[in-house]
């Protein structure tokens, strides 16, 4: 439950951030042009429009020939679309980063609030199984890495997830994460 609000909480930060900046910069670009404007509302929905523009009407003839060629048409869309797609991007990534770090640090402490205490021993070896899991789940995401840290390790015990994935790998198939889970 609280999980779930913690997240609602980020999400409703990002989609107010991202709400922002395309209001933001589609009043800056595209108010005073309407070939722009509904542009603006063909990529991004007459919904989202009402929204936030509630006085801009859809207009779809001003995209459509014989107004405007196809060709004029697909311009206005593609520089409409990479205009904002640029503004997203440069988004206050140090905000961003910390509400994603305050929702880990939150996961964490909840997680560790609801198990039991534990011996240095079985910390460590949890540890171990946590990091060999996510080292395993990038290996099924990016097969190259493998050899590369295989030999990084060499000589090291490897926790049992690893193991398995190293075993499954050499028998010709996947770490297989979703099957062993």
């Known amino acids: 439950e609280d999980d779930l609000a913690t997240n609602g909480k980020i999400r409703s930060y990002l989609e ?12 800056n670009l595209y108010i005073n042009k309407q070939q722009g404007m509904q542009a603006s509302v063909e990529l991004l929905g007459d919904d989202w429009t009402e929204n936030k523009f ?3 009407r859809s207009d779809p003839a001003l995209l459509r020939m014989p107004f405007i060629s196809l060709d004029d048409r697909g311009a206005i869309l593609s520089e409409v679309a990479v205009n904002l797609f640029e503004r997203l991007e440069a988004l206050n990534t140090d905000e961003l980063r910390s509400a994603v770090e305050e929702t880990a640090r939150f996961h964490v402490l909840e997680s560790l609030r609801s198990k039991p205490l534990m011996s240095s021993e079985e910390l460590k ?13 990038l290996w099924e995401r990016r097969p190259g890495l493998m050899s590369r840290d295989l030999m990084r390790l060499r000589r090291r015990a490897l926790p049992g997830s690893l193991r398995r994935c190293v075993w499954r790998v050499g028998l010709g198939g996947a770490c297989g994460l979703a099957e062993a889970a």
């Open 16 to 27: 107010t951030e991202v709400d922002h900046v395309l209001h933001e910069s589609i009043t």
């Open 54 to 56: 509630p006085s801009v």
């Open 125 to 137: 070896k949890e540890a171990r199984e946590s990091v060999g899991g996510g080292l395993a789940e």
